[in-house]
Nanobody
Framework: QVLVVESGGDLVQAGGSLRLSCSASGFTFDDFAMGWFRQTPGKDREVISAISPNSATTYYTNLVKGRFTISRDNAKSTLYLQMNDLKSEDTAMYYC????????????????WGQGTQVTVSS
C-alpha cells in the first residue's frame, strides 16, 4: 500500500521559516523524481520545486528560488522543503508528488499524492 504523508505546515509570520517533510512508503522511493506542489482555493495546483532521484538535479519556480531548498533522504524515503523568508503569498496547501519521469512531474503528473499540509503566512 502506497502512503505519502506531508507534515510540517503551520501558521508563521512573514519572514519566518518552516521545514516541510514528506514521508513515503509502498514504492521504491529512490526510483522516483519527487516534487513539491502548492494550491490555493480557486487555483490550479502548481509545481514549486522538484528533485531528481539521486538529488543531482533540482528545479525551483522563480517564485521561491533563493528562499526554498528541496532535499531528500533516500535511506529514509523522505522528501524535505526548507522554506525561508516566507511571504504571505506562500500561503497554500502544500503537496508532495512523485513521478519516474522528470518532465511529467514538472508538468503536474504524479503517480502518488499526499493529503497535503497547510502553510499559512501572516503579514
Amino acid at each position: 500500500q502506497v502512503l505519502v504523508v506531508e507534515s510540517g505546515g503551520d501558521l508563521v509570520q512573514a519572514g519566518g521559516s518552516l521545514r516541510l517533510s514528506c514521508s513515503a512508503s509502498g514504492f521504491t522511493f529512490d526510483d522516483f523524481a519527487m516534487g513539491w506542489f502548492r494550491q490555493t482555493p480557486g487555483k490550479d495546483r502548481e509545481v514549486i520545486s522538484a528533485i531528481s532521484p539521486n538529488s543531482a538535479t533540482t528545479y525551483y519556480t522563480n517564485l521561491v528560488k533563493g528562499r526554498f531548498t528541496i532535499s531528500r533522504d533516500n535511506a529514509k524515503s523522505t522528501l524535505y522543503l526548507q522554506m525561508n523568508d516566507l511571504k504571505s503569498e506562500d500561503t497554500a496547501m502544500y503537496y508532495c508528488a512523485a513521478n519516474r519521469v522528470w518532465d511529467k512531474l514538472l508538468g503536474g503528473v504524479s503517480n502518488y499524492w499526499g493529503q497535503g499540509t497547510q502553510v499559512t503566512v501572516s503579514s
